[in-house]
């Protein structure tokens, strides 16, 4: 019996510590595309816990909780976002048209998809 007890304490103990939220390692990535063409050097702002009813918009960039940019090739990858729904809204400008171009997408950050590749369409409005 004295065995089991002092098996079983080091996990009573572990299992009562609290945690914030779960998390897992995850990387999300993105490649910013206008139609057929692939543009880079786009920002690309995060809104952690979002739902589809309450996107944060376009104008208010301080309602964002992180943001990235896309490299030349139009490529950007971050890593260990919350577990969770967010907004990504891609902000930029196209030179081939001459315009300024945005986009956004939802993103759902879970154990069961901790990798997420995606494209990112962004056009002008």
């Not at 019996?1 to 390692?25: G, H, N, T, V, W």
């Not at 009813?53 to 309602?63: I, M, Q």
């Not at 154990?111 to 409005?125: H, K």
Request: net charge negative.
């Amino acid at each position: 019996m004295k065995k089991i007890f002092y098996f079983l304490l080091p996990i009573i103990l572990l299992s009562c510590q609290k945690e914030d939220a779960p998390r897992i390692f995850n990387r999300t990535c993105v490649t910013t595309q206008h139609h057929e063409l692939i543009i880079g050097d786009i920002d690309v702002y995060v809104k952690y816990n979002a739902t589809d009813f309450n996107f944060p918009g376009w104008e208010d960039l301080a309602e964002y909780d992180t943001v990235f940019t896309t490299n030349s090739v139009g490529k950007a990858c971050i890593e260990n976002l919350p577990i969770g729904k967010h907004w990504l809204v891609g902000l930029g400008f196209d030179p081939a048209i001459n315009l300024a171009i945005k986009g956004r997408a939802f993103v759902d950050i879970s154990f069961a998809a901790p990798e997420i590749d995606m494209i990112l369409y962004v056009g002008e409005e």
